[in-house]
């Protein structure tokens, strides 16, 4: 799964996962097509757009990243069936009646605006947490407290991780120094390459059958995630820290070999405490955090563009546009954790326009439902922990293996060779 997810919101923001492509009959959706380049809204033969703006052409499996503006595309509009209201019966999979220029005007003004200040206090919160929960485990320093530390703390290395996240889009500031600065701090602090971790582009086609074996089984894809940083998923060639990586354009060597840099200063300094105080505490203090952090990724990556009651459609060819492709996402409640995370679970609107800052994101989500009509697909209610959400996790596992190799609008299918399933491929 890990392998396949970071995406999109790579978190960069990911889009999603094409598991293996066959051929075989479509949901119940009655859409015959199949994919060769897909991924829930993504074009896999168009151009990347890079956070700038820009466009690179590479031989990337899916387009993932947004751009920061967008207004080449606010001025296309989509005639189709589907208009807010309608009585007729629904279909995810038919072009919406609205332009992203008019989702845009329905969300007020201030929810565009940044406030490097307000961004901050979030950083600073969230180190005084994670620091303060290290003083209390090392404080009691018994087995009943150390599982809760590690869960709380692996929650809050994740926050952290959203937070860099939002640097890398350019929605913590205006000011890309400070961005890079506090990006860096973030990501490195928890061994993720800041740059080479939002610049590159993610690529998932054609999964081998080890590759979904692993994908599609728990626990691996947890363990799965710093190979995948070094040597991507199976089959696929390049890695986030090398600035020659096809992963990377060459403006961007440099911007690689500092966040490469910056990495391995976070790692010899582990290295360095496990010498002095011993590599179980480490293991104790810092290793178990990052998994469960790691978990967090996996987790919430995957059910924004997994797992919905409702199949929802992925595009290629003439059928994908921005727009489309940012309507297959999937809002999430997590609770309590809503906050702590920085409502990373507002995923639609961040989709859209990755440029809003966290803090205003459920506002501008609110505002702009009357645009969306059933396109927004409201996140079920959580109670103060998202358990219910394991349920839609194993389900989608189970039941979400692949999209058929034909066609511009698809749906995901059951493999019948995982889990025993007894489900036939026409």
């Given at each position: 799964?890990?392998?396949?997810?970071?995406?999109?919101?790579?978190?960069?923001?990911?889009?999603?996962?094409?598991?293996?492509?066959?051929?075989?009959?479509?949901?119940?959706?009655?859409?015959?097509?199949?994919?060769?380049?897909?991924?829930?809204?993504?074009?896999?033969?168009?151009?990347?757009?890079?956070?700038?703006?820009?466009?690179?052409?590479?031989?990337?499996?899916?387009?993932?990243?947004?751009?920061?503006?967008?207004?080449?595309?606010?001025?296309?509009?989509?005639?189709?069936?589907?208009?807010?209201?309608?009585?007729?019966?629904?279909?995810?999979?038919?072009?919406?009646?609205?332009?992203?220029?008019?989702?845009?005007?329905?969300?007020?003004?201030?929810c565009w605006v940044k406030n490097p200040w307000r961004s901050m206090?979030?950083?600073?919160?969230?180190?005084?947490?994670?620091?303060?929960?290290?003083?209390?485990?090392?404080?009691?320093?018994?087995?009943?407290?150390?599982?809760?530390?590690?869960?709380?703390?692996?929650?809050?290395?994740?926050?952290?991780?959203?937070?860099?996240?939002?640097?890398?889009?350019?929605?913590?500031?205006?000011?890309?120094?400070?961005?890079?600065?506090?990006?860096?701090?973030?990501?490195?602090?928890?061994?993720?390459?800041?740059?080479?971790?939002?610049?590159?582009?993610?690529?998932?086609?054609?999964?081998?059958?080890?590759?979904?074996?692993?994908?599609?089984?728990?626990?691996?894809?947890?363990?799965?995630?710093?190979?995948?940083?070094?040597?991507?998923?199976?089959?696929?060639?390049?890695?986030?820290?090398?600035?020659?990586?096809?992963?990377?354009?060459?403006?961007?060597?440099?911007?690689?070999?500092?966040?490469?840099?910056?990495?391995?200063?976070?790692?010899?300094?582990?290295?360095?405490?496990?010498?002095?105080?011993?590599?179980?505490?480490?293991?104790?203090?810092?290793?178990?955090?990052?998994?469960?952090?790691?978990?967090?990724?996996?987790?919430?990556?995957?059910?924004?563009?997994?797992?919905?009651?409702?199949?929802?459609?992925?595009?290629?060819?003439?059928?994908?546009?921005?727009?489309?492709?940012?309507?297959?996402?999937?809002?999430?409640?997590?609770?309590?954790?809503?906050?702590?995370?920085?409502?990373?679970?507002?995923?639609?609107?961040?989709?859209?326009?990755?440029?809003?800052?966290?803090?205003?994101?459920?506002?501008?989500?609110?505002?702009?439902?009357?645009?969306?009509?059933?396109?927004?697909?409201?996140?079920?209610?959580?109670?103060?922990?998202?358990?219910?959400?394991?349920?839609?996790?194993?389900?989608?596992?189970?039941?979400?293996?692949?999209?058929?190799?034909?066609?511009?609008?698809?749906?995901?299918?059951?493999?019948?060779?995982?889990?025993?399933?007894?489900?036939?491929?026409?």
């Amino acid at each position: 799964m890990v392998s396949s997810m970071w995406s999109e919101c790579g978190l960069r923001p990911l889009a999603r996962i094409l598991s293996r492509l066959r051929t075989g009959v479509v949901s119940s959706n009655n859409n015959t097509s199949k994919i060769n380049g897909v991924v829930n809204g993504t074009d896999l033969n168009r151009s990347l757009m890079s956070n700038s703006g820009g466009s690179r052409e590479g031989d990337w499996g899916m387009k993932v990243s947004v751009p920061l503006s967008v207004g080449s595309v606010e001025g296309e509009r989509i005639d189709g069936v589907n208009g807010v209201g309608d009585e007729v019966e629904f279909d995810p999979g038919a072009p919406p009646p609205f332009r992203l220029a008019e989702i845009r005007a329905a969300i007020p003004k201030h929810c565009w605006v940044k406030n490097p200040w307000r961004s901050m206090s979030y950083v600073i919160r969230d180190i005084f947490v994670v620091f303060g929960l290290g003083l209390a485990a090392a404080y009691f320093n018994n087995w009943v407290v150390w599982p809760l530390y590690w869960a709380a703390q692996g929650t809050m290395f994740w926050a952290l991780f959203v937070l860099g996240h939002d640097c890398g889009h350019g929605s913590f500031s205006n000011n890309p120094k400070l961005n890079s600065l506090v990006g860096h701090f973030l990501h490195s602090a928890i061994l993720v390459p800041y740059n080479g971790w939002h610049l590159s582009e993610k690529i998932y086609k054609n999964l081998d059958d080890s590759t979904r074996t692993i994908r599609f089984t728990i626990p691996f894809p947890m363990f799965a995630y710093p190979f995948y940083l070094w040597r991507r998923s199976p089959g696929k060639k390049g890695s986030h820290f090398n600035p020659n990586s096809n992963l990377f354009g060459p403006n961007e060597k440099k911007d690689v070999i500092t966040s490469t840099i910056c990495w391995t200063a976070m790692l010899v300094l582990l290295v360095g405490l496990s010498l002095v105080m011993g590599p179980f505490e480490i293991l104790k203090f810092y290793g178990v955090p990052y998994w469960i952090c790691v978990m967090w990724l996996d987790f919430v990556t995957y059910l924004h563009h997994h797992g919905h009651e409702q199949k929802l459609p992925w595009y290629r060819g003439k059928e994908w546009n921005y727009l489309r492709g940012g309507l297959t996402t999937v809002d999430r409640d997590y609770g309590w954790i809503n906050n702590i995370h920085h409502d990373i679970g507002t995923h639609v609107i961040h989709h859209l326009f990755p440029q809003i800052p966290h803090y205003h994101l459920v506002e501008a989500t609110k505002t702009a439902k009357h645009v969306l009509g059933k396109y927004y697909r409201a996140p079920k209610k959580s109670g103060p922990l998202p358990f219910h959400l394991i349920g839609n996790l194993t389900r989608s596992m189970k039941q979400d293996h692949y999209v058929s190799d034909t066609g511009d609008v698809v749906y995901y299918q059951t493999d019948p060779q995982l889990y025993g399933s007894s489900q036939k491929i026409e």
